[in-house]
Nanobody, 118 residues
């Protein structure tokens, strides 16, 4: 019943920007923390950013600090990842996830491909 549907991925040149969206359904969105992770082929999935239920506690991986911004709109049941100053090493499949508190991530989206060309 729970679905996390991502959109906004695509191909962009280095230095460009993309905004990813993750629309949730089937869950009490405002009660869940949300996160973004990414995975490149042959590499482990890595943490990118998290935002708690209220949007008041936000964390970023060191590799994206100052370039990426995570936000959420509880009325729209949507979490966003604004990605600026993109680098080729940002190329990966980006996944949206949901959890309660600091539990393990309970729900995952299908992933959306982000490709940054040089």
């Amino acid at each position: 019943q729970v679905q996390l549907v991502e959109s906004g991925g695509g191909l962009v040149q280095a230095g460009g920007s993309l905004r990813l969206s993750c629309a949730a359904s089937g869950l009490a969105f405002s009660m869940f923390g949300m996160g973004w992770h990414r995975q490149a082929p042959g590499k482990e999935r890595e943490f990118v950013a998290t935002i708690n239920w209220s949007g008041g506690i936000i964390s970023y991986a060191d590799s994206v600090k100052g370039r990426f911004t995570v936000s959420r709109d509880n009325a729209k049941k949507t979490v966003y990842l604004q990605m600026n100053s993109l680098k080729p090493e940002d190329t990966a499949v980006y996944y949206c996830a949901a959890r309660r508190g600091t539990d393990d991530w309970r729900y995952w989206g299908q992933g959306t491909q982000v490709t940054v060309s040089s």
